[in-house]
Each structure stands twice: as C-alpha cells, then as structure tokens.
C-alpha cells in the first residue's frame, strides 16, 4: 500500500492514532467503501466512529449539500436564525419527535459530541444546584475536562490529573459478570453518609458502552436507573452520541426501555455526511440557560443542518430503517454465535443492532485480527479497557452482500489468530 506520508508521521503529534493501525493514505470513499491512493478498497465496518450510519457520500445527502452550495447558501452562522437551521428543527420536530411524543428543547451545544456532554453536565448542576454526577465503570464521554471526569478508562484519564467534574463511578449492569444485580447497593450508597458522595445532580449513562467495550445494558436495569432516578429527583443523561441516530434499531437507543431521559446527547451521525454537529435535548422545564451562557462558534453549521434535515427525512419518516438494522444486527451477532461455537472460551459476541463486538478472551489477540482484516480489507477497531473487544459499526445502510463480505474476512482472520 502507499503507507502514510512522511509529514504526516514527522510533523503530526504523537497523539496520533488511527494512521498507526491502518497505515495508508485515504482518499475517497462511497457507501461502505472507502479507498486509498493505490486504489485499494476496503470495507468500512468502523464508519467514523459511528458518523456514517448512512454511509460515506451518501447520494441522497450529497445532492442536497451540493444544491446548497451551489446557491451560496449560509455555511458558518453562529446561532443565527437560518432557512437551514429552521428546516432542520421542523424535520427533527415531525419526523423525530412528535411520532415518539417526545418534548425536548433543542440546543445545539458546539460541534462535537463532547461539547453536548459538557452542556449537559453544566445544564444537570445549574439546574439542581448540586455538583455530584453518577458515571458508570468502562464509561466513555469525551476528552475535555468535563466529558473526561466522568470516562471511566484509566488510559484516557492519565495525561489530565485531578478531574474537574466530582464524578463517582458505579458499576455498570453486568460489572459483575451476568449476575444480576438489584440497585440496592446503589441506594445505600447514596444513603450513606459515610460514602463521601453527596446527593447527586445527575446520573449519566450510555445504553451499550461502545468505546467501553460494547457493553449492553438490559432494557429492564435503564428502567430500574430511570426510576430511581425520578423517585430521588436526580436528572438522567443518556448519552446517545455514538448509539443514536439508529445505531441500535430505533432512533434514539433509549426508546428500547420505555423511558424518557431528562436530557439526552447526540451527535455522531445526526448530520448524517459526517460534518460536525450535536445537539443536547432536554426536557423544557430544564431550558433554564440565559441568553448566551453557554456559547461556541460553531454552533451553527448549516451545511449539517441540510444533510440532517435530509437524513431524517429519507430514513425516519417510517421505519424500514429501524427494522433492517435490528435484522442486519442479529445476522452479525448469528456469524459471531458461530465463531463462538468453533472456538469454545476463545471468543464471544455481544451487541443491540449494528453495534456488535466480538470478545477475544486473550486481548491482545482482538488487534491481531484486526491488522490482519486490515490486510485483506477490511476495517474494524479495538474498543474495551484491553481492546480486547473488535467493535462493528458498519453503515445501517450496507448491502447485505457487503455485510457478509466483511463478516467472512473478520471470520478468517480470527481463525487465523486462534489456530
Ligand atoms: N460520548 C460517547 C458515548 C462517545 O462514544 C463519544 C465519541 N466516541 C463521545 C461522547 C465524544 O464525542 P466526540 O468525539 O464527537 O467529542
């Protein structure tokens, strides 16, 4: 392959991380497919860190950023008021939360996912006027300070100190392995004044931990957190930056609970073309912020405005999407079953939708089968406290054909780790 180019190993900080996996130069890239500048194409089972659920230069979304464009339509607004950002907030209203009779205030926090973590954290203890926040083991957040206090993976936290945020960690449902836990615990400690905890603003918690390990949470145990939650007034913060926007089946991964979070995050794929956005939701009687207390200069990127307003049009106005991703889903998790069944104790899999994890009992092997998908085309990451987890997140709107394309290369090259 053509390798990375040298300036990008010589002058790119050392924090560089993806190039070191998949060393190449990437050039274009449609649907599943992306390719590099010899040409060679690989099956793209990572998509943006989950950015791509309609995959790479989706036809649809690129006309209509294209015709945007083409008429000097705003690019950079701030908060402005705009025709983009207008159409995007009708569309999200009627397509996404009407249909769910969901009331949520919309607030377009900055562009990335971690910008929507931090309003949230700030919006949880204005609100309550507590500091405390609940975060879970094998959290993940984001990387600034805020974001960072409540990630549970020691790695990421070790370049930062003393976090910023007083965050208690609590075991995610099945920490224990399998056993079913009650959250009696939970409350005690709550209740305990010799746990140092004071009473908490806000419980944040991911539905399946995807940079933790694809860890899934049971629909029963979020409706136990969202209960205890309302009966001892602490707010809830589902994060759904990487598993919303139809990672797991429905729009938003909580709706599988029945619950109504008081205040939700999303970004990722909520553009749909992998252009910046995120938006924080919250329930109104949370829209406490004054006029400009939590600002950035790129809240306002209408060119994502369009693609979302496309995006949610063409795949949420019924529900063809939902049920093909949960049907895609359990054929992923059915060839990882299989896996499973062959190499006894080796490996398992575990996932809701088209977030599926394949568990590699000795860790280091799970980035050897990586590197070697990676060498007959496909890709795939590690995620897990010992990336010993490879994580699936091809786009919700591959073929099937491609889909088992890359199941079969993965396949192959677990084989060739474990034998
Ligand atoms: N929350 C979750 C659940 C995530 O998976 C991520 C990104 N992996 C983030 C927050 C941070 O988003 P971003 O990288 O866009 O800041």
Redesign the pocket.
């Known amino acids: 392959g053509p390798g990375v180019p040298s300036i990008i190993e010589t002058r790119e900080s050392e924090v560089r991380g993806y190039c070191r996996g998949w060393p190449t130069t990437f050039d274009t890239a449609q649907g599943a497919w992306i390719t590099d500048t010899s040409g060679r194409k690989f099956l793209d089972f990572f998509a943006g860190?989950?950015?791509l659920n309609y995959g790479h230069n989706n036809p649809i979304l690129k006309e209509a950023l294209i015709d945007y464009i083409a008429r000097d339509g705003i690019t950079h607004g701030l908060d402005m008021a705009t025709v983009a950002k207008k159409e995007f907030l009708e569309t999200f209203e009627n397509v996404i939360l009407k249909p769910r009779k969901l009331d949520y205030k919309v607030q377009f926090p900055g562009?990335?996912?971690?910008?929507?973590?931090e309003a949230a954290l700030k919006l949880a203890r204005k609100a309550t006027g507590r500091e405390a926040i609940i975060n879970f083991t094998n959290?993940?957040?984001?990387?600034?300070l805020g974001?960072l206090s409540v990630t549970g993976n020691s790695m990421k936290r070790a370049g930062a100190g003393i976090p910023l945020v007083h965050a208690t960690p609590m075991p995610y449902d099945n920490y224990f392995g399998g056993v079913t836990e009650d959250f009696q615990w939970f409350e005690r400690v709550l209740d305990d004044s010799g746990s140092g905890l004071n009473r908490p603003a806000a419980v944040i918690v991911?539905t399946v931990?995807?940079?933790g390990g694809v860890n899934v949470a049971r629909p029963e145990w979020l409706a136990a957190l969202a209960e205890l939650c309302a009966r001892r007034d602490i707010l809830l913060i589902v994060?759904?930056?990487?598993?919303g926007c139809g990672r797991t089946g429905p729009f938003f991964s909580f709706e599988i609970a029945g619950i109504t979070p008081d205040i939700v995050?999303v970004?990722?794929s909520i553009s749909g073309y992998g252009l910046?956005m995120?938006l924080t939701l919250f329930k109104p009687e949370l829209d406490i912020w004054a006029p400009g207390e939590h600002n950035g200069t790129f809240r306002g990127n209408n060119p994502a405005f369009v693609t979302s307003k496309v995006a949610l049009d063409t795949y949420w106005s019924n529900n063809a999407l939902e049920l093909d991703t949960i049907r895609k889903g359990q054929k992923i998790a059915e060839n990882f079953d299989d896996l499973a069944k062959k190499y006894e104790g080796e490996v398992h899999g575990r996932g809701r939708g088209m977030v599926q994890g394949l568990v590699f009992d000795k860790p280091e092997l799970a980035s050897k089968a990586c590197e070697i998908a990676f060498g007959n085309g496909l890709l795939a990451e590690t995620s897990g406290p010992s990336d010993e987890v490879v994580k699936l997140l091809p786009p919700l709107t591959i073929t099937d054909d491609e889909l088992d394309q890359g199941l079969a290369i993965l396949a192959d090259a677990t084989e060739q780790v474990l034998s």
Do not use: I, R, W, Y
């Open positions: 860190a989950g950015s562009p990335t996912g971690t910008n929507s973590v959290a993940f957040h984001g990387m600034t974001a991911e931990q995807g940079e994060d759904d930056v990487q598993m995050t970004s990722k910046p995120a």
